[in-house]
């Protein structure tokens, strides 16, 4: 059972412009005959017998598609950050945006994700998901490298073959 609210006014008087104003919706159901819709329309209607009726316009937020970033979360942006040569002020920013979201008691990704995308997409073409991908996968494989010992020994070799042979096995 729907209960209708006697306080909501779906029609609009609009006494400077000398109309009544409406949604669509409003209009048809009040075009369907007895309901608390239709009277509020009649009474309006004989309330102000000059005033033209009009259909409200719809709002549309925007005509450019919503942009989504699949995968873009805390520690993608943390490991994003790591690829960049001005890491160190970067991570700072990062944590300082972070803990302010925090502190004011906001929704905190979306703070930082506003953030991010500033720092990284300034023109707002669209930040490039697989080429950050790319990125990171590349920073990841290059510390790797780095960090590997210079000095394999025969035993080491062996070893890694042994649990390379398990893993198939």
């Known amino acids: 059972m729907t209960t209708s609210n006697k306080t909501t006014a779906r029609f609009i008087v609009d006494f400077i412009n000398k109309k009544i104003v409406g949604t669509k919706a409003s209009f048809d159901k009040a075009s369907k005959g007895i309901s608390p819709i239709y009277e509020e329309l009649t009474m309006k209607t004989k309330a102000h017998p000059t005033f033209a009726l009009e259909v409200k316009e719809a709002k549309h937020k925007?005509?450019?598609?919503?942009?989504?970033?699949?995968?873009?979360n805390f520690a993608f942006i943390v490991d994003y950050i790591k690829t960049k040569g001005n890491r160190e002020r970067l991570m700072a920013d990062y944590q300082a945006v972070r803990l302010y979201a925090e502190e004011q008691k906001?929704?905190?990704y979306p703070f930082v994700k506003k953030w991010f995308l500033g720092e990284f997409d300034p023109d707002g073409e669209g930040f490039d998901m697989a080429k950050a991908e790319k990125e990171i996968s590349d920073w990841k494989i290059s510390e790797a490298v780095m960090n590997a010992s210079t000095e394999t020994t025969e035993n080491d070799i062996d070893t890694i073959i042994s649990i390379e042979e398990k893993k198939g096995a």
């Not at 925007?62 to 873009?72: A, F, I, M, Q």
């Open 62 to 72: 925007s005509d450019k598609p919503k942009r989504t970033y699949d995968g873009l």
């Open 106 to 108: 906001m929704s905190v």
